[in-house]
Each structure stands twice: as structure tokens, then as C-alpha cells.
């Protein structure tokens, strides 16, 4: 699976709830194969940020920068949610059998035939062969993690947004988990990851994010020398 | 008068002789109610999404008007119909008073507010997270609707069904829209009330029991594709 390079950047995204301010001037950018580790205590705004540049919630103010000049929010929905795939902390599976949740993220695209072996591939690639057949909401947390990340790879999105991955796994389901996640960022995917425990990706992590109080108010490049702390919002 | 007793053995030998009238009402009642709850059916659990689902104004406001309606009379619906059926009526050139037609559409009135209030109580129970997986999976919001209703299946189905029951045994609107015609617009309720007006039970039994097995039946078979009560 390949992938165009891609960037996405987002510009002063800011969001209220009632008084009570969620996002104030959120610059982030999303580059193809980079892993960002997003961290910030309980309310800081995380999800509402994955969730807005997921297409799933409109912020106040913004704009979208997909690589053809700055866009309004309104009117790239559709792109974000085609290029964007955003994982719920506990990601939802469908009444059906995981073969059935995995033909989802594909039945739109392609015929029977086609079909049927993606999802095989999707499967092995998963390491869920054994467990195709059993129903979806009975399955273990590490499981649906890895089915929700089987449905991303088949959806072959440019960009992942996951919302505590590893939360409430057992440390052999959360390393299968970052397994997968290794994999889809070697294609070429980009992924941001919202987590109170940043350590667990150390791995994955090219760039670290701190949102505090809706400010993203910190960032440094794992693999950079420099000053590790630069200010993105004054 | 017949004794209940007599009323009863009666009614069954109707059922079981297979009476050409009995069962040409029970055809016309069946078809009427089909007709009307697979017209009302698709708008309302579009309304019912759309309420569930959606933010505008005036949304709550709406929710309590249907939640409302849930308890109108029959009868309320059959004046208003006929009110607008009759030859004085708006609608009086269409000529549709006493009619299978102006039946369907006094069962479409009733049956519409208890697919909307009842499917809005399903869908706003269904993990809101259906919805948005469907669409990050890249489904069309039509695909992403007919998911989460697929997820409340079951609720639907319980609203469907309490919609029809409600249609199909109500005598108010079928008596003043239809007109009891005989071979017409005759259905099950309409026919028991004149039966048991004439002091003549057997027929009326026989169509009650109809009715009550077709209740038995319709829950039997909903309790049979829940799992037998069984969680999922």
C-alpha cells in the first residue's frame, strides 16, 4: 500500500463550548509517514481537536490547508472525512462478524469476489484469521483495536487519528496494537495519536504535542537536537 | 341473543369453514393496514433520524408534537379526514370519502407519530459512535443511515409493530373514512362493532380472534428474531 505524500495543515482552529473556551488558535500540520504524539490533561481538548480535523465536529473558526491553498472548514467535510480516519478510543464494531466489519470499510469500492480477499488479507495482516467468523461485540478490547486498525488499513486513509489506543489494553495486546500502528505509518500514513501516556509510543513518535487548556502549547521533534520545546500559540 | 358459549363455538366453525365473508373483511383489513404502514414507514424513521440526529431549531418542539399525537383519538383523525374528504371539503373533488383510499390515509395519520416518536426513541439510544464510524468507513450518509437503523433493527421493528397493532384494530377513523361497506371497506373493527350492535357475537369472536392471533403471532415472531430475550 503506497501512499502520496501528503500534508495536510491546519490553521487557527478554534472552538468554544458556551463560555467555556475548547480550542483557541490551534496551528497543527499532518505529514504522510510522521507519527505525532499528542498529550494534555483530562479536558485540554484532545478529541475535540482529532474530532474536528476528523470532519466529525465543526470548529467556530479555521481553515484547511490540503495542498491546494487554505479552504473554510464547510466546504471540505467530505475531503477531510475521505483523506482522515479517526478511531474512538473504544472504536465501535458493527452488529455482524468481524469478517463483516472489515468488508465495511471496502463493500462501497469493490466486487464480491475482490472483496472477499481483501478481507482475508486484511485479516492475516491483522492476525485475526482465527477470529473472522466470531461476533464483533463480543470480541476482546486488544481485538477491536486491531479491527478497527484492519478497517484503516483497508480504507487506506492519508491520515489516522486515534484517541488513547492503548487505553485499558494489556501490555501484549497493546504491542500488537503498535505493531499494526508501525506498519501503517511505514506506508505512508500519517498518524496522530491523543495520549496520557506518550512513553507507550516512543516508537511511533517523529513530533510530540502538548495541549494545554485548548493551546497547543508546546511541540519538540523527537528526532531533532534542538531546544525541544517550541511555542505554536502565544 | 346468543349465549357466549354458543357465540364462541359459532364463531370458530366460521373460522374453520372457511366463511367467504369473514375472511373477505379480514382481507380488506389486512391489505388496508400493510398499505398504510408500508407508506408511513420510510418518511417517519427519516423524520425519526432527523430528530435524533440532527440540530435545528424548533427540533424539541417538534419531538414533543409527536410525542403528543402518540394519544390522539382515532376519532379525532377520522373527523379531520372526513372534514376534509367530504363533498364541502377541500379535498372533495378527489371523491375519495368512504373509500379504501381515505382509510389508508387515516391509518398513515395515526401510524406516522407512533413510528416517529417510537423510532426516535431507538435511534437516540444507539451509540452515537454507529453513526460516525460509518462515516470516517467512508459510507454516503444514506449508507450511514440505514447502518445505525440496522443497529436499533430491533427497536424499529418494536415501533412497526406497535404502529400496526394500533392501525389495524382501530375502529374510529376506518368507521367515518371507510364507511363500513360490506365487501369494501369493511375491515375487522368496523365489523365487530356492527356485529355486536346487531346482538350477532359469533363474527365479532371469530375476527377478535383473528386479531388476537395475529398479535400472538407478530410477537412471537419478534421475540423469536431478538434471540429469545437473550441480550446481544
Redesign the interface.
Known amino acids: 500500500m503506497t501512499h502520496t505524500p501528503l500534508k495536510l495543515h491546519f490553521n487557527d482552529v478554534h472552538k468554544r463550548f458556551g463560555r467555556r473556551p475548547g480550542l483557541i488558535g490551534v496551528n497543527i500540520q499532518l505529514i504522510g509517514g510522521e507519527g505525532t504524539v499528542l498529550t494534555g490533561p483530562n479536558g485540554a481538548g484532545k478529541t475535540t481537536l482529532l474530532r474536528i480535523l476528523?470532519?466529525?465536529e465543526k470548529p467556530d473558526r479555521g481553515s484547511v490547508d490540503m495542498g491546494l491553498g487554505a479552504t473554510r472548514w464547510r466546504r471540505c467535510y467530505s475531503d477531510l472525512?475521505?483523506s482522515?480516519?479517526?478511531l474512538?478510543q473504544?472504536?465501535?464494531m458493527?452488529?455482524g462478524s468481524v469478517s463483516s466489519n472489515l468488508a465495511?470499510?471496502i463493500s462501497?469500492?469493490h466486487n464480491r469476489c475482490l472483496c472477499q480477499q481483501r478481507i482475508s488479507e486484511a485479516l492475516k495482516w491483522a492476525g485475526l484469521t482465527a477470529i473472522a467468523d466470531n461476533h464483533a461485540?463480543t470480541i476482546s478490547g486488544g481485538e477491536r483495536q486491531r479491527v478497527a486498525l484492519a478497517?484503516a488499513w483497508l480504507?487506506e486513509p492519508r491520515a489516522l487519528l486515534l484517541d488513547e489506543p492503548t487505553a485499558n489494553l494489556d501490555p501484549e495486546a497493546r504491542t500488537r496494537t503498535l505493531e499494526l500502528l508501525f506498519r501503517l505509518k511505514e506506508s505512508g500514513i500519517a498518524l496522530l495519536i491523543a495520549s496520557h501516556d506518550p512513553h507507550h509510543f516512543a516508537s511511533l513518535a517523529d513530533k510530540h504535542l502538548q495541549l494545554t487548556q485548548g493551546v497547543l502549547a508546546e511541540e519538540f521533534s523527537e528526532t531533532s537536537n534542538v531546544t525541544p520545546f517550541r511555542r505554536t500559540h502565544p | 341473543m346468543e349465549t357466549l358459549g354458543n357465540a364462541t363455538s359459532n364463531a370458530l366453525f366460521l373460522l374453520i369453514s372457511g366463511d367467504a365473508e369473514l375472511w373477505q373483511i379480514v382481507a380488506i383489513s389486512f391489505q388496508v393496514s400493510i398499505t398504510a404502514i408500508l407508506i408511513a414507514t420510510p418518511p417517519a424513521l427519516l423524520t425519526a433520524f432527523v430528530l435524533a440526529y440532527g440540530r435545528f431549531p424548533g427540533r424539541r418542539v417538534l419531538i414533543s408534537l409527536f410525542s403528543t399525537l402518540l394519544s390522539i383519538p382515532a376519532v379525532v383523525i377520522g373527523l379531520t379526514f372526513y372534514l376534509l374528504l367530504s363533498r364541502q371539503g377541500p379535498l372533495g373533488d378527489w371523491r375519495l370519502l368512504f373509500t379504501q383510499t381515505a382509510m389508508i390515509l387515516g391509518q398513515i395519520a395515526l401510524s406516522f407519530p407512533i413510528l416517529v416518536a417510537m423510532g426516535h426513541s431507538a435511534l437516540q439510544s444507539a451509540?452515537r459512535?454507529?453513526w460516525?464510524?460509518?462515516?470516517?468507513?467512508?459510507?454516503?450518509p444514506l449508507?450511514a443511515v440505514s447502518?445505525v437503523m440496522?443497529?436499533v433493527r430491533f427497536g424499529l421493528l418494536a415501533a412497526l409493530l406497535a404502529a400496526f397493532g394500533r392501525i389495524v384494530a382501530e375502529v374510529g377513523a376506518s368507521m367515518m373514512l371507510g364507511g363500513n361497506i360490506l365487501n369494501y371497506t369493511r375491515n375487522i373493527p368496523t365489523a365487530i362493532a356492527l356485529e355486536t350492535s346487531k346482538g350477532e357475537f359469533a363474527q365479532g369472536i371469530a375476527l377478535g380472534i383473528v386479531l388476537l392471533t395475529l398479535s400472538f403471532t407478530l410477537n412471537a415472531l419478534f421475540y423469536h428474531l431478538r434471540g429469545g430475550g437473550q441480550p446481544?
Open positions: 476528523a470532519g466529525l472525512r475521505t482522515i480516519l479517526y474512538h473504544h472504536p465501535y458493527f452488529d465495511y470499510a462501497d469500492k461485540k478497517r480504507r | 451509540d459512535r454507529a460516525e464510524t460509518a462515516l470516517t468507513l467512508g459510507a454516503n449508507r447502518t440496522w443497529e446481544a
